[in-house]
């Protein structure tokens, strides 16, 4: 039985979320929103997303995004893009130095990583992908590059908490349906969702050992963009790409 070759010990996965705080945009949008499809200013926008790929030291066109429409499509990379990738909620790749990212504003980034065979994904999870199987939909993408479930780890980024996502009961039994653990009450006492918990418990299902959460709620936070807080605002992003660089010693 062959085996996927082991990633070479320099190349380390990397993760990072961002939040609101330092960058270009005005308001609704203050101030470091990555986010192009909202309704910003295209030059804030641009310089938001060179200051990201000036702190990772790495060209602004190894930055691959997604156009996401809250679905299943996933896609995998292996060399930069002319533009966002269409119609996709989830990027995988093998490549070192190429960096992920995902947008959110609620919905839950999901930053996904096998050390051992050298793959990373970044997955956007809202109701409906959560739903339709997203999850579990780039976990075969990252299995088809040699990726192991027990060598996987994840880290679910700030979304908003099940006591502040109320929505109707019927909506709530589709998701739970999929995912059982993310039907939950709000502070109303109304039929809410925890979509991290959700994807949490889908991914131990899926025999991923480690399982991280930011605990930050986006409604909650005020250094976070919240759609649902306050209507037309920004993105934040959640990135996760292969460092080929020199160890850095602390």
Known sequence: MSTAPAAPPSIRPRRVVTDRRGGRSVSPYDSFNLGDHVGDDPAAVAANRSRVARELAVPD???????????????????P????????DALVT??????L???????????????????VAAVHAG???????VVPAALSAMASLGARARDVTALLGPAVCGLDYEVPGEMQAEVAHVAPESAVRTRQGTAGLDLRAGVAAILRRAGIPEVVQD????VEEPTLFSHRRDGVTG?????????????QRP
């Not at 093998?94 to 960096?99: I, K, N, R, W, Y």
């Not at 109701?127 to 199987?133: A, D, L, P, S, W």
């Not at 993105?235 to 160890?247: E, H, I, K, S, T």
């Open 61 to 79: 066109g190894r930055l691959v995004w997604m156009n996401q429409v809250h679905g299943t499509g996933v896609a995998v990379v292996d060399r």
């Open 81 to 88: 893009q002319d533009g966002p990738v269409p119609a996709t």
């Open 94 to 99: 093998a490549t070192p130095g190429l960096v």
């Open 101 to 119: 990212c995902v947008l959110v504003a609620d919905c839950v980034p999901i930053l996904l990583a096998d050390s051992v065979a050298g793959v």
């Open 127 to 133: 109701r409906e992908g959560v739903r339709q199987g």
């Open 215 to 218: 605990p930050r709620c986006t």
């Open 235 to 247: 993105r934040q992003a959640g990135l996760v790409w292969l460092d080929a660089g020199p160890l």
